[in-house]
């Protein structure tokens, strides 16, 4: 059984930050790529950043230039640092892996933390 846990979701004010971290536990084989996807009230989930597990990286272009994406590889764990938060950032973001296990590969989801950004 693989978990994710998030954290660092909150409140800030337009122009603020925030660091998301999820942390991905269990019998993981091979932990190929990390990402976080958002979703708004009344709007589809939309992917904003993913990294491999060799480190490259890719960004939505409403989050290039203002969000970074890290993964600590030894603690199977990815960060998403949100520099210059704008209201539209407000959404519940979710973290997920791209996992290889014994018995095959799939992807694993977290249960969202809350991103609320004021004007």
């Known amino acids: 059984q693989v978990q994710l846990v998030e954290s660092g979701g909150g409140s800030v004010q337009a122009g603020g930050s925030l660091r998301l971290s999820c942390a991905a536990s269990?019998?993981?084989?091979?932990?190929?790529?990390m990402g976080w996807y958002r979703q708004a009230p009344g709007k589809q989930r939309e992917s904003i950043a993913a990294?491999?597990?060799?480190?490259?990286?890719t960004y939505s272009d409403s989050v290039k230039g203002r969000f970074t994406i890290s993964m600590d590889n030894a603690k199977n764990t990815v960060y998403l640092q949100m520099d210059s938060l704008k209201p539209e950032d407000t959404a519940v973001y979710y973290c997920?892996?791209?996992?290889?296990?014994?018995?095959?590969?799939?992807?694993?989801w977290g249960r969202g933390t809350q991103v609320t950004v004021s004007s």
């Open positions: 269990g019998v993981i084989r091979i932990l190929n790529a």
């Open positions: 997920y892996a791209d996992i290889s296990r014994s018995l095959g590969r799939d992807n694993y």
């Open positions: 990294i491999s597990h060799g480190g490259t990286t």
